[in-house]
């Protein structure tokens, strides 16, 4: 099946300062994408969603850029906390009824 | 507002025996999802279901079995655990294909 990959496996940022974690798909037909935050030993919570025919979504801290033309996807926090502390994972979904998930990127946080 | 629930959290086998873990919503969803994590390997999908009294394996389905005999149920079995299961389960739902999954809180699985 298609893959989701991400570009690096560990990202370690100052406190205060904005964090990128960048992913990458291969299937040109995704069309829906998904941002999820998974903490130690709970499950992964769903941060922010955007669909093909957008490029650019914001949330509450969070912004996520698509970015068609090089089947790229990007999760932008700003004012990075401790608590953003986690994994994160990037999910698409190009056919069928479920999302292919990315391996993750572990986020540290440091003071 | 529990959302999805998994049991048992946590559970030991020996080779051989079998187990099932549950998974239960409360929130009328129709698609209903099994998935097992391993370091480094992400999220798999092992079987999912569209809708109460279907299912359908995913990319892991192997030495698993699932049920939906309820709308809010889905449970998956081990008949014969093998120490290659050992693994994180999380089990997931949605209402809707265009939209994101709830998770639960996961099962963590050691076969010895």
């Known amino acids: 099946g298609e893959s989701v990959g991400l570009h690096l496996p560990t990202l370690s940022v100052q406190e205060g300062d904005n964090s990128i974690i960048n992913c990458a798909y291969s299937n040109s037909a995704s069309d829906y994408f998904i941002w999820y935050k998974q903490e130690s030993g709970k499950g992964p919570q769903f941060i922010i969603d955007?669909?093909?025919?957008?490029d650019k979504r914001q949330g509450q801290r969070v912004t996520v850029l698509l970015n068609k033309t090089v089947k790229h996807l990007s999760l932008q926090i700003a004012a990075t906390q401790p608590g953003d502390s986690a994994v994160y994972f990037c999910a698409e979904r190009h056919s069928g009824y479920a999302l292919n998930f990315g391996k993750g990127t572990s986020l540290l946080v440091t003071p | 507002n529990a959302g999805v629930t998994q049991t048992p959290k946590f559970r030991v086998l020996k080779t051989g025996q079998s187990m099932t873990l549950l998974c239960a919503q409360d929130?009328?969803?129709?698609?209903m999802y099994w998935y097992r994590q391993d370091p480094g390997m992400g999220l798999r999908l092992i079987h999912y279901?569209?809708?109460?009294?279907?299912?359908a394996k995913g990319e892991v389905p192997d030495g698993y079995n699932v049920s939906r005999l309820k709308k809010q149920n889905f449970l998956l079995g081990l008949e014969s655990a093998a120490p290659s299961q050992t693994s994180v389960y999380f089990c997931?739902?949605?209402?809707?294909?265009?939209?994101?999954?709830?998770f639960g809180s996961g099962t963590r699985l050691t076969v010895v």
């Open positions: 279901s569209v809708g109460e009294g279907t299912t």
């Open positions: 955007i669909r093909s025919n957008m």
């Open positions: 929130m009328n969803h129709e698609y």
């Open positions: 997931a739902s949605t209402q809707d294909l265009n939209y994101g999954y709830t």
